[in-house]
């Protein structure tokens, strides 16, 4: 049974896409970063020390990379989504994940630093 809190987090992957509503942002890629949390059991891994018991965290950010670059989608909740959901599907030992997207550079006539997304996905 799962401990609450047991999880895998990546912090501050940078892939660069071509998501976006405007014209210029769905034809020019630019730099997203993504924070992942992966929930699962992480007492057998624990014990046995062995990757094999795990999830691979190389893995999950090679997967979510691909999504980014390889998708194009207008609303950063779709992206988000769409990597929270293949994410779910690589490995059955994943109970939930949850995907935060920013937008590192967002077409707005303000100094701000990045604009992003949060979903949480699990399994039925």
Same mark, same amino acid.
């Given at each position: 049974?799962?401990?609450?809190?047991?999880?895998?987090?990546l912090r501050?992957?940078?892939?660069?896409?071509?998501h976006g509503v405007l014209p210029e942002e769905?034809?020019? &890629?630019q730099p997203f970063e993504?924070?992942?949390?992966?929930q699962l059991d992480a007492a057998r891994p624990a014990a046995s020390d062995l990757l094999?018991?795990?999830?691979?965290?190389?893995?999950l950010a090679t997967r979510a990379a691909r999504t980014v670059g390889s998708s194009s989608f207008a609303l950063?909740? &779709?992206?988000?989504?769409?990597? &929270?959901e293949d994410l779910l599907a690589a490995d059955a030992r994943i109970e939930?994940?949850?995907?935060?997207?920013r937008k590192l550079r967002p077409p707005l006539p303000l100094?701000?630093?990045?604009?992003?997304?949060?979903?949480?996905?699990?399994?039925?």
């Open positions: 049974m799962t401990v609450p809190g047991d999880r895998i987090e501050g992957l940078r892939v660069v896409g071509t769905q034809e020019r &890629a993504l924070d992942v949390d992966v094999a018991d795990t999830v691979d965290y190389g893995a950063l909740e &779709a992206l988000a989504s769409a990597v &929270a939930q994940v949850a995907v935060t997207v100094d701000i630093g990045s604009v992003g997304v949060r979903v949480v996905r699990g399994r039925p």
